[in-house]
């Protein structure tokens, strides 16, 4: 068995205090024997606005950030997995993207948002994802890290279960979902989704949350789980932002075996199509 940790940050537009978030939950993660971090989307900044938001996307190799988290990574030998954000080609959009720093500090794996997050609900949020963000077009096959097989995936990507079940397809054993869940749809959605998921894809499933207030306009659910291959919630942070917080749990790779060996999922793809 090995340990995953969970964190929970509420991220604003000054990528120096996000990384000074981000530390502090590298410091617990290490205390708590944790293997791997997951952080949340947009772990890097939450902008007021789309504008603000392109303006403040840097690359890897000039984000104050993402070199910060490489440095603790190494340091502590921890695995991080961290969405951020980086400018697209052309300069006027960003990706939304999930990257794998390895516990040398490298980046290894990189996940660009596929679905994005448009959407116009009455007395409740009004965003609009593709203005200011390019979506990605593939998904990234699962890769092995000391927690088990990862397959990433990202906050609005949970309600498409056509990626989850790819990457079980291909031997995925944890799905992550790093998140910004509005407070509406979060409150409706959230735990039901992520439990779905690990459920139809007898995978564990990590999904770090943002939480609270990143400004004016906008606000996260929080609520970061960690849900095992049965779809029983194993650990579990509230909604609390006024520090950042960590959860933890044991990963079994048994489990999975087990669950997978007890009820076989087999697909009628002679009658649906395969993902
Ligand atoms: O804006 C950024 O910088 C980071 N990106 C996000 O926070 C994204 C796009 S606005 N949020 C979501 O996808 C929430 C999905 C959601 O809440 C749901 O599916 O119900």
Redesign the pocket.
């Known amino acids: 068995m090995v340990i995953a940790a969970v964190g929970q940050i509420c991220s604003t537009a000054s990528m120096s205090a996000n990384l000074a978030q981000c530390q502090v939950l590298v410091q617990k993660a290490v205390a708590a024997g944790a293997k791997a971090l997951f952080l949340p989307?947009?772990s890097d900044?939450?902008?007021s606005s789309a504008a603000e938001?392109v303006s403040l996307a840097r690359s890897v190799q000039e984000s104050e950030f993402v070199l910060g988290l490489q440095k603790e990574a190494k340091n502590s030998k921890l695995p991080i997995n961290v969405?951020i954000?980086e400018p697209a080609q052309g300069g006027t959009k960003l990706k939304?993207t999930l990257i794998w720093i390895d516990e040398n500090g490298e980046i290894v794996q990189r996940y660009q948002?596929l679905?994005?997050?448009d959407?116009e609900i009455k007395d409740g949020?009004i965003?609009k994802?593709s203005a200011?963000?390019e979506k990605g077009s593939e998904i990234l096959p699962p890769f092995e890290t000391p927690v088990g097989r990862v397959g990433l995936a990202?906050?609005?990507d949970?309600?498409f279960p056509e990626i989850s079940l790819a990457l079980k397809r291909q031997n995925a054993q944890i799905i992550t979902y790093p998140?910004?869940?509005?407070v509406p749809?979060?409150t409706a959605?959230?735990e039901s989704l992520l439990r779905a998921r690990a459920i139809e894809t007898q995978s564990y499933v990590i999904a770090a949350a943002?939480a609270g207030p990143h400004n004016e306009k906008?606000r996260?659910?929080g609520h970061s789980l960690i849900v095992n291959p049965w779809g029983e919630v194993v650990a579990r942070l509230g909604d609390e932002f006024s520090e950042p917080q960590i959860a933890t749990a044991d990963i079994d790779l048994s489990l999975v075996a087990k669950v997978r060996a007890e009820m076989p999922l087999l697909r009628r793809t002679d009658v649906y199509p395969e993902v």
Do not use: D, M
């Open positions: 989307e947009a900044y939450i902008g938001s969405g954000h939304n948002k679905h994005l997050f959407v949020p965003l994802e200011s963000v990202i906050c609005f949970l309600r998140s910004a869940f509005t749809t979060g959605h959230w943002q906008r996260s659910y």
